[in-house]
């Protein structure tokens, strides 16, 4: 039987476009339950939650609310309301899905509603302010949000908003379907954090290694975003052991300030939760700039390359290296369950070079020179890291330095045994 979608939305300006969604979700089969947030206007439609019970649900009512005389705060107030609801419906199977709608100001309500869902329960937003700068990647918090730019969406019901809100029907429909219906493996799974095949290639022998053990391999790719997501699986229970082989990546685009940082707390879901976790530094050599913002002229001496439309990869420097080490410690000093640190002093190593009879395109020469100078980087740079974490780190935390890079059999063979003597325990 088809499961409940919760929709969220301020019925006082946007009633006759909730409606019309709601009407599309049960013409597909779902049940549906109207979450009214509005706050100031009498609702245009009848909720199945009123914003009076929202408000009720924070601990308030609507006319201390509207006392606050402070359109943010008292939004802010509501959602804690709507969290509030949304959890009480998950803590009683009752909630399958959740698709919100609004402007900037309900798009920033249901932005933090969502927040307590897990991953994996589907969740949407159509917005006005869509795939715009201002939603940034500390507002999803992590989460596996789906959002939808809301065409015309102001202002009441048009051809064109209604086939926005169709689409968002739709696909809420559809992830609430298939979840349903897909059976989950009961497998205990490790959560392993990398970077792409070049780079990291000894997930070529740990995954089917870690796999023959019995486990499920959830890999994650350090691009940010995913590092966010990461630490919201551990945190809601969805990883039984955390391999961060490259925590590295996306600490050392914090510390420099690049687009691949996946914000203040990332490396602590796993100690909060005590869970086994074995750390790696990974790619420290570099971080990563966006085209969100310009390039900066302090980083314009440093070797750099265009890895694609998205991404310039630029080179760390040593003191960016040895703050990456200090900030690994102290994040690890919080953990309580079993972690160790593996520092594999080769680094990623070098590319492989080019066969002598084939002729280079300027990409690739481009490219290889800008290996060329990661590896130069990499002795300086692990040495400062090391001495960094080491200093700083508590000593009942295992520290293993290996004198072989991340892509060596030794690398995967340690990670491996630390990771069958912390399993066994």
Not at 114 to 136: D, F
Not at 268 to 275: D, S, Y
Request: charged letters at 20%; hydrophobic letters at 40%; one cysteine or more.
């Amino acid at each position: 039987m088809s499961g409940m979608i919760a929709i969220i939305g301020t019925l006082d300006t946007k009633g006759d476009q909730v409606e019309y969604l709601k009407t599309v979700i049960e013409e597909n089969g779902h049940k549906t339950c109207v979450i009214d947030v509005g706050i100031v206007g009498k609702p245009l439609i009848t909720p199945d939650v009123s914003h009076e019970q929202v408000a009720e649900a924070c601990g308030s009512n609507l006319e201390e609310i509207v006392a606050l005389n402070d359109p943010n705060a008292a939004m802010v107030k509501m959602a804690e309301g709507g969290s509030e609801i949304l959890n009480d419906l998950l803590s009683r199977r009752e909630l399958d899905g959740v698709v919100a709608l609004g402007g900037s100001m309900g798009t920033a309500l249901s932005l933090q509603v969502i927040k307590v869902l897990p991953v994996g329960v589907p969740k949407l937003i159509i917005t006005t302010v869509a795939h715009s700068a201002a939603i940034t990647p500390d507002m999803v918090g992590g989460q596996d949000l789906m959002i939808i730019p809301w065409v015309a969406g102001l202002w009441g019901l048009n051809s064109l908003a209604k086939k926005s809100l169709e689409t968002a029907a739709g696909a809420i429909s559809g992830a609430v379907e298939t979840c349903k219906r897909k059976v989950r493996l009961t497998r205990k799974v490790v959560g392993v954090t990398s970077l792409g095949g070049t780079v990291s290639t000894y997930m070529n022998q740990l995954k089917p290694a870690l796999e023959d053990r019995g486990y499920e391999v959830a890999v994650f790719h350090m691009t940010g975003m995913s590092g966010r997501v990461f630490e919201k699986a551990i945190a809601d229970g969805l990883i039984e052991a955390s391999l961060d082989l490259s925590a590295g990546v996306e600490l050392v685009n914090q510390v420099a300030g690049g687009v691949c940082t996946s914000g203040e707390h990332r490396l602590e879901a796993a100690g909060k939760r005590g869970i086994p976790q074995i750390v790696s530094p990974g790619a420290l050599e570099a971080f990563h700039w966006g085209k969100d913002r310009p390039f900066p002229a302090k980083y314009n001496d440093r070797p750099r390359h265009q890895h694609n439309e998205l991404l310039l990869v630029v080179t760390s420097s040593v003191s960016e290296i040895a703050a990456v080490g200090q900030l690994m410690a102290k994040k690890l000093n919080m953990s309580t369950g079993p972690t160790a640190v593996v520092i594999p002093m080769g680094g990623i190593g070098e590319l492989p070079a080019p066969k002598r009879d084939v002729k280079m395109s300027e990409a690739h020469q481009s490219r290889v020179a800008f290996r060329k100078a990661l590896s130069c980087l990499t002795p300086d740079g692990l040495k400062a890291f090391h001495k960094a974490l080491v200093k700083n780190i508590k000593p009942e935390i295992k520290v293993i330095t290996l004198d072989a890079g991340i892509n060596d059999p030794p690398y995967t063979q340690t990670i491996l045994e630390l990771f069958d003597e912390m399993m066994r325990k």
